[in-house]
């Protein structure tokens, strides 16, 4: 329940106050957080008289671009809980006020700010953890942060509180976390949790503060972090979330040249219901009936021409985000939810128990689509019509003091059509610097759209590992890796685009920290060398790399790399058939010697502003007419721009050209625009531009294909969000084409589409 705070502080006098509460330096761990007995009004001010009362650390390490050096700027944080929530106020000075970058957009968005904010390690595992942070205007960016993953999920959205103040010696934010949003041993004595607090200062270079220090020669980042004892009997309750929805949309088509008359179509209203239920501390069960999965969000545009492999696009909707990372593997992209497209119903249970860590998924989908992979290329098998049913289950177990073992199980099947894939993984410190991660996988399809001629059984059985070793100190770095997945290997529910081969890879490099003051604060030098088969035993490619990356002024990233690989297509590859192809069909498949090269590069001329390029080119092979030998050049330029507190705008242009002698196979341009108006914390309008044109040279193809084609796609939205749940939107939608069947630019589709959905916390 949100609560608001009233009256206003007077600086000095407050600071006074912490300072009766003493300073705890960070090498005094674990800290103490007292409880409190008071609620908050979450403003900024930091009015009430409890703030006396609490933990007051400060942030006195630099840790980015320095190593662990004395922070050039005063951080203070402050910490208590009041038995419901856990309450954090974070005092950050500034010698010059002016340059604070503050903006209004949407969560999880203001990335290119001023940050203040905090980890926190609920169970202590030295695994993961919550992150919270807010720019000086109370913007919310929340994330998951797993180690055993080795990644950071930001698409994960809780419902907390925040507030910024900018004041004439900096800023100061305040923050309400209500326990019934984190996860947390299931036990009533004190506990002990990891914590940092963290402030992000973007200038000349991106500066990091921190309460703990971060060692470079560690292959951890949660387990690094301090240790705070508290929370004696607090509860996350049997907390209940209802979210019901509501949605209406209308959309109209038509198919020039053929059909120039709008096709109207009629209001469509749907509605739903999500519930989240806290059924203990640390276990969480969401169910979902006709979920709400509309895609408001437009993808961007990616090129899919002369490309042998399927694009991949992100997971948004949220009933499948919460708890995502209770699903995720050492390797492998084992669970794509994105696969269950049209669900009458989704039910998951997620929680972790001591060293126990479990998620179960079953869903009903009416709409079955999955990847079906190769080792040279992929493609989607679709059938809008098909109901299927998807189930997944995650099982780990904490061994020692960072490493973990894991299963997995998923499952999908109609009358006709079933795969069952499983896995075993896990991570292994052998020191700080030294780790292993490994993952085993069988799966059993029976797919009539896929038959195998070379068996004899009812269904295909797969099998297959990935192994890898790295080792990451503060300068060098190597690793070695091995993948290795046989010819009916799939995982119908993943996203796993490649089987039928084996890839061996060796790799290192050295990294040069600077010293305070230095232009450039890193340079990393790197290469690899790699071997990829397919299950015959012929070699698929060969190839040697090296790059190097180097950080500077600007928050500057500059990075370039060339390499050479020999490269085998077999004529499988592409269904294409060609008069003149350079690789003939009855020749089984051809070999390509090629030289690649790229360079990427990034920097901010003002913190508001980011404009960067990429470059990659060299020797390629052309799909589109055949198995040829090719050259390619890829161009691509970026901007973001926060052009007033309220309005941003970005932007990406990309040129994609690939030729031969005779003369350009196909030349491709697009560009994503997204331009947002930000009214206040709640309010913003955005419209979205997806633009793409693709000319084809017909005098080098036997194809009846277009010689020009162009799309676009339009949309308009206005968005008042509550909160991630409670939300609003209205917007409108259209498309269209421009190519050799009409004269101009033709619409083919207009929508108009409205959702309302509102968080009952009980």
């Not at 929530?85 to 949407?106: C, H, N, V």
């Not at 100061?172 to 402030?199: A, H």
């Not at 869903?363 to 290329?377: E, M, R, V, W």
């Not at 990659?616 to 052009?643: C, E, H, L, M, P």
């Amino acid at each position: 329940m949100l609560v608001k705070m009233v009256g206003k502080i007077v600086a000095g006098a407050v600071l006074s106050l912490f300072v009766l509460c003493g300073v705890v330096d960070a090498k005094q761990t674990p800290i103490t957080i007292p409880k409190v007995k008071a609620e908050i009004t979450v403003d900024g001010e930091l009015t009430e008289d409890f703030w006396q009362q609490a933990t007051k650390v400060d942030l006195t390490y630099e840790t980015r671009p320095g190593e662990n050096i004395t922070a050039k700027i005063k951080t203070s944080a402050y910490i208590a809980e009041n038995g419901s929530s856990l309450l954090i106020a974070l005092i950050a000075e500034d010698p010059s006020p002016e340059k604070i970058q503050a903006s209004l957009k949407d969560r999880d968005t203001v990335w290119a700010d001023d940050l203040l904010g905090f980890k926190v390690d609920t169970f202590n595992d030295e695994r993961k953890a919550y992150n919270f942070f807010v720019n000086p205007l109370g913007i919310q960016m929340d994330s998951i942060e797993d180690d055993v993953a080795g990644n950071e999920d930001s698409s994960w959205n809780a419902i907390w509180y925040s507030e910024g103040k900018i004041t004439e010696s900096g800023y100061q934010v305040e923050i309400e976390i209500p326990f019934e949003i984190l996860r947390f041993p299931n036990q009533s004595d004190i506990k002990t949790w990891g914590i940092d607090f963290v402030r992000m200062y973007p200038r000349d270079y991106g500066y990091r503060f921190a309460f703990n220090k971060v060692k470079r020669d560690q292959s951890c980042r949660v387990c690094q972090i301090g240790k705070v004892t508290g929370f004696k009997d607090i509860e996350s309750g049997q907390n209940l979330e209802v979210t019901p929805y509501v949605s209406a949309q209308r959309s109209d088509t038509r198919s020039p040249p053929t059909e120039t008359q709008w096709q109207n179509g009629d209001f469509e209203f749907d509605t739903g219901v999500d519930v989240r239920w806290g059924v203990t501390d640390n276990s969480v069960l969401n169910a979902t009936i006709n979920p709400d999965f509309s895609q408001v969000e437009a993808d961007s545009v990616q090129l899919n021409v002369n490309q042998t492999f399927a694009l991949f696009f992100q997971e948004r909707r949220p009933f499948f985000l919460e708890g995502s990372d209770y699903f995720k593997t050492s390797f492998l992209n084992f669970l794509h939810t994105r696969n269950i497209a049209d669900p009458d119903w989704g039910l998951k249970y997620t929680g972790k128990s001591g060293k126990h860590s479990y998620g179960v998924l079953a869903a009903t989908d009416n709409s079955t689509a999955y990847l079906i992979p190769g080792a040279q290329a992929s493609g989607i098998q679709d059938d809008a019509s098909l109901e299927s049913e998807a189930f997944a289950g995650r099982y780990s177990y904490d061994m020692g003091d960072k490493s973990q073992v894991g299963a997995m199980l998923t499952h999908r099947s109609t009358d006709d059509y079933e795969n069952t894939a499983a896995s075993i993984d896990g991570k292994y410190y052998f020191t700080d610097e030294d780790v292993l991660r490994y993952q085993a996988v069988y799966s059993k399809t029976d797919d009539p759209s896929t038959p195998n001629p070379d068996t004899n059984e009812d269904y295909d059985k797969g099998y297959g590992y990935a192994i890898a070793y790295n080792h990451n100190g503060r300068n060098w770095n190597w690793r070695a890796s091995r993948f290795d997945f046989n010819e009916d290997f799939r995982a119908d529910l993943g996203f796993i685009n490649q089987n039928g081969f084996s890839r061996d890879v060796i790799g290192g490099g050295y990294t040069w920290h600077g010293e305070d003051g230095d232009t450039f604060n890193r340079i990393h030098w790197g290469g690899d060398v790699d071997q990829t088969k397919d299950y015959t035993g012929q070699v698929l490619e060969e190839e040697a790399e090296f790059w190097v990356n180097i950080n500077g002024p600007y928050q500057s990233f500059i990075g370039f790399g060339s390499g050479v690989r020999d490269v085998w297509y077999s004529n499988e590859t592409t269904r294409i058939d060609s008069t003149m192809p350079d690789c003939p069909r009855d020749s089984g498949g051809c070999e390509f010697d090629q030289t690649f090269y790229w360079f990427s590069a990034n920097f901010r001329p003002i913190t508001s502003l980011q404009l960067g390029m990429n470059y990659n080119g060299g020797d390629a092979v052309d799909f589109v007419t055949g198995i040829k030998a090719a050259d390619r050049r890829n161009y691509s330029a970026f901007a973001n721009w926060q052009a007033t507190r309220h309005f941003y705008i970005s932007g990406d242009y990309g040129i994609s050209k690939i030729w031969r002698n005779e003369g350009d196979i196909f030349r491709s341009n697009t560009i994503n625009l997204n331009s947002t108006y930000q009214f206040d914390k709640e309010q913003y309008l955005r419209l979205t531009i997806r633009y793409s044109d693709i000319d084809f040279n017909q005098s080098l193809q036997d194809l009846s294909t277009r010689s020009d084609a162009k799309s676009i796609g339009r949309q308009l939205l206005y968005a008042y969000k509550v909160n991630p749940r409670t939300v609003f939107f209205l917007g409108y939608s259209d498309n269209g084409f421009e190519d050799d069947t009409v004269n101009s630019f033709e619409k083919t589709g207009r929508s108009v589409f409205s959702k309302f959905s509102y968080a009952f916390q009980l």
